[in-house]
Nanobody, 121 residues
Framework: EVQLVESGGGLVQPGGSLRLSCAAS????????MSWVRQAPGKGLEWVSA????????YYAESMKGRFTIARDNAENTLYLQMNSLKSEDADVYYC??????????????WGQGTQVTVSS
């Protein structure tokens, strides 16, 4: 089955850290760039970060630079997002998404079900 399954979300205090994972299956993972996208309740999708097929190129939304780190393990077909110095405004549902190209073109054809991140004291 072609799918993406996120995990690692949860409740964290402001300033804390979380590591999200996205397990891919059913397609050749290292043929494609991958992204993390988030969505707050009642709001649109916000792109967070992207990584090329081999991990050599990474991209971040301005507000995440220096706090978030995207990585991938192609041997394990897994995408990661390390989130540090979390703020209340980072509280969203986080989705991983498969790009349609090896390089990041911001066009997606497969999404995970999402994992909830809550930032609260």
């Amino acid at each position: 089955e072609v799918q993406l399954v996120e995990s690692g979300g949860g409740l964290v205090q402001p300033g804390g850290s979380l590591r999200l994972s996205c397990a891919a299956s059913g397609f050749t993972f290292d043929d494609y760039a991958m992204s993390w996208v988030r969505q707050a309740p009642g709001k649109g999708l916000e792109w967070v970060s992207a990584i090329s097929w081999n991990g050599d190129s990474t991209y971040y939304a301005e507000s995440m630079k220096g706090r978030f780190t995207i990585a991938r393990d192609n041997a394990e077909n897994t995408l990661y997002l390390q989130m540090n110095s979390l703020k209340s405004e980072d509280a969203d549902v986080y989705y991983c998404a498969k790009d349609q190209s090896a390089g990041w073109v911001n066009e997606y054809d497969l999404w995970g079900q999402g994992t909830q991140v809550t930032v609260s004291s």
